[in-house]
């Protein structure tokens, strides 16, 4: 089960950090991804954190901006979220997986509820 939470309303200019809370499975053993999607988009790729090694890989829009950590102790993922901006407005999910291919959601076999985040301009 993933759990995600710190989702909100923030300013443009804001931050935010979303956790993703794993139980049943290691988010040291999974590849650890978020995606987001915007009303009426395809579901997007954020970043991504690879299992073991804890390399991470960032989509273009958000590189710079947003951080993604692990904290294999708490079994937990985050998502620090910097210097965001209205077109950041979206459901934000977590996801775990083994498959390759990092900014595919195929390769994810669990998901979360996901977490509403809105940046109001």
């Known amino acids: 089960q993933l759990v995600e939470s710190g989702g909100g309303l923030v300013q443009a200019g804001g931050s935010l950090r979303l956790s993703c809370a794993a139980s049943g499975r290691s988010v040291f053993t999974n590849n650890m991804g978020w995606f987001r999607q915007a009303p009426g988009k395809e579901r997007e790729f954020v970043a991504a954190i690879i299992r073991f090694r804890g390399i991470t890989n960032y989509a273009d829009s958000v590189k710079g901006r947003f951080t993604m950590s692990r904290d294999n102790a708490k079994n937990t993922v985050y998502l620090q979220m910097n210097s965001m901006q209205p077109e950041d407005t979206a459901v934000y999910y977590c996801?775990?997986?083994?498959?390759?291919?990092?900014?595919?959601?195929?390769?994810?076999?669990?998901w979360g509820q996901g977490t509403q985040v809105t940046v109001s301009s």
């Open positions: 996801a775990a997986g083994s498959d390759s291919g990092l900014d595919d959601y195929n390769s994810y076999q669990y």
